[in-house]
Nanobody, 129 residues
Framework: QPQLAESGGGSVESGGTLTLSCAAS????????LGWFRQAPGKEREGVAAITSEGSTTYAPSVVGRFTITRDNAKNTHYLEMTNLKLDDTATYRC???????????????????????WGRGTQVTVSS
């Protein structure tokens, strides 16, 4: 089964940019749906973005126009570029991989609920004013 490892988290001022990476090992994830979700203390888990194996994407309304999810199958890695970061983006971000012929929205929902698939351990993103 794939193992996923996030990197790229950190502290940034409001309006700044961070790019998260999720590297998969032990297994080729080129056929998987890949995504990101986040959870802040005291808040529910929130799906952020997903990309299917065919390249279709979906985003949470709160990040549309600011976040971009991409994948590089040659590197077995997917990314989340986050621009114009806001205080509310502060959270632990986890990446996920899910097998199946799904729409991006369905994949993101399943990943976020833990309905199958694989998760990384998370990386902290802290946005300050």
């Amino acid at each position: 089964q794939p193992q996923l490892a996030e990197s790229g988290g950190g502290s940034v001022e409001s309006g700044g940019t961070l790019t998260l990476s999720c590297a998969a090992s032990r297994y080729n994830v080129s056929g998987y749906n890949l995504g990101w979700f986040r959870q802040a203390p005291g808040k529910e888990r929130e799906g952020v973005a997903a990309i299917t194996s065919e390249g279709s994407t979906t985003y949470a309304p709160s990040v549309v126009g600011r976040f971009t999810i991409t994948r590089d199958n040659a590197k077995n890695t997917h990314y989340l570029e986050m621009t114009n970061l806001k205080l509310d983006d502060t959270a632990t971000y986890r990446c996920a991989a899910l097998w199946g012929r799904l729409t991006a929205a369905r994949a993101l929902d399943m990943m976020t609920r833990g309905d199958g698939g694989y998760w990384g351990r998370g990386t902290q993103v802290t946005v300050s004013s």
